[in-house]
T-cell receptor
Framework: GEDVEQSLFLSVREGDSSVINCTYT??????LYWYKQEPGAGLQLLTY?????DMKQDQRLTVLLNKKDKHLSLRIADTQTGDSAIYFC??????????FGTGTRLLVSP | SAVISQKPSRDICQRGTSLTIQCQVD?????MFWYRQQPGQSLTLIAT?????????ESGFVIDKFPISRPNLTFSTLTVSNMSPEDSSIYLC?????????????FGPGTRLTVL
């Protein structure tokens, strides 16, 4: 089946690390993605990981993939107020389709 | 990456009318898609826009309601036909740049549609 789940809300203090979690159900996923959506804006591609990798790091962002448990996480180091947004994880099913999670609203307080 | 623009950015329409949304990319891309984001919801794929042939629609979406054109590798249109208030959503164009099988997939800024 195609189902991607995320927790709805995360609140952190500026300077702390944020960890946003995602679980998915389709074991045939080829790529997994993290997107950021700010109010009134489109989706910004943050990072993505190929399904045969277990970790990818890009500056403040670290993606961990546990394929056995179908669990994906995004860690944001030194979280800033500008990181406040909705974060969507998505899995690619087959060649064409991305299936999105419900989105996690991250609130960073000073 | 790819720079994607959409027109219009937002519109308010009367029920029963149709709206055509344009998507323009600054470079040739292999794959173009149309997604819908209903208020407070996640994104759902409407269809894959195929150059020179009919679009491929996902379950629950039909050509009569959402006709799509893709005349070349940089441009596509989505029409929302015979609109009802349930069609109020953000419609987003998405592209994949690298050879189709590659990873990166980008989204446009979206068209925010309100149907009265």
């Amino acid at each position: 089946g195609e189902d991607v789940e995320q927790s709805l809300f995360l609140s952190v203090r500026e300077g702390d690390s944020s960890v946003i979690n995602c679980t998915y159900t389709d074991s045939s996923s080829t790529y997994l993605y993290w997107y950021k959506q700010e109010p009134g804006a489109g989706l910004q591609l943050l990072t993505y990981i190929f399904s045969n990798m277990d970790m990818k790091q890009d500056q403040r962002l670290t993606v961990l993939l546990n394929k056995k448990d179908k669990h994906l996480s995004l860690r944001i180091a030194d979280t800033q107020t500008g990181d406040s947004a909705i974060y969507f994880c998505a899995e690619r099913i087959g060649f064409q389709k991305l299936v999105f999670g419900t989105g996690t609203r991250l609130l960073v307080s000073p | 990456s790819a720079v994607i623009s959409q027109k219009p950015s937002r519109d308010i329409c009367q029920r029963g009318t149709s709206l055509t949304i344009q998507c323009q990319v600054d470079s040739q891309v292999t794959m173009m898609f149309w997604y819908r984001q209903q208020p407070g919801q996640s994104l759902t794929l409407i269809a894959t826009a195929n150059q020179g042939s009919e679009a491929t629609y996902e379950s629950g979406f039909v050509i009569d309601k959402f006709p799509i054109s893709r005349p070349n590798l940089t441009f596509s249109t989505l029409t929302v036909s015979n609109m009802s208030p349930e069609d109020s959503s953000i419609y987003l164009c998405s592209v994949r740049t690298s050879g189709g099988a590659g990873g990166e997939q980008f989204f446009g800024p979206g068209t925010r549609l309100t149907v009265l």
